[in-house]
């Protein structure tokens, strides 16, 4: 089950301007920009404009054209990393999900280890 969608958390303030971000790449339906507190050399978040809380319900509920351009704008800042990258998104309390707005994390920049603590 979906939760609600709290129009209130930290990237829906950024998406209506409310609080600044370092953007790297804008569409119509999604915005990328640096995660203010990086993991990585690299570290950009990349959200869709749309109210969707985590990717179940981005993938559920947003559009086809949203899906379409949210995958485009992260794989081609993805395309600069000729070493690799890793995308990873969180999820409620197990996946560790501080902001409930649907994003991914794009890491890059070094090599980044295992993929998970066992
Ligand atoms: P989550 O744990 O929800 O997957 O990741 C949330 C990410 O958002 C964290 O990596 C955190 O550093 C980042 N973050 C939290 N608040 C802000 C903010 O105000 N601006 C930016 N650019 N990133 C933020």
Do not use: C, S, W
């Given at each position: 089950?979906?939760?609600?969608?709290d129009d209130q958390n930290i990237f829906?303030?950024?998406l209506r301007g409310e609080i600044p971000?370092?953007?790297?790449?804008?569409?119509?339906?999604?915005?990328?920009?640096?995660?203010?507190?990086?993991?990585t050399p690299n570290h950009i978040l990349v959200i869709p404009k749309g109210a969707y809380v985590d990717f179940a319900d981005f993938a559920a509920h947003a559009?086809?054209?949203?899906?379409?351009d949210f995958h485009r704008v992260a794989a081609k800042l993805c395309a600069d990393w000729a070493d690799g990258y890793r995308v990873i998104s969180n999820s409620g309390?197990?996946?560790?999900?501080?902001?409930?707005?649907?994003?991914?994390?794009?890491?890059?920049?070094?090599?980044?280890?295992p993929m998970i603590q066992r």
């Open positions: 089950m979906t939760k609600a969608y829906a303030r950024i971000n370092k953007t790297v790449a804008e569409t119509e339906h999604t915005l990328a920009f640096h995660d203010i507190a990086p993991h559009t086809a054209e949203e899906i379409t309390t197990h996946g560790g999900q501080e902001v409930p707005h649907y994003h991914l994390h794009l890491l890059a920049g070094r090599p980044l280890g």
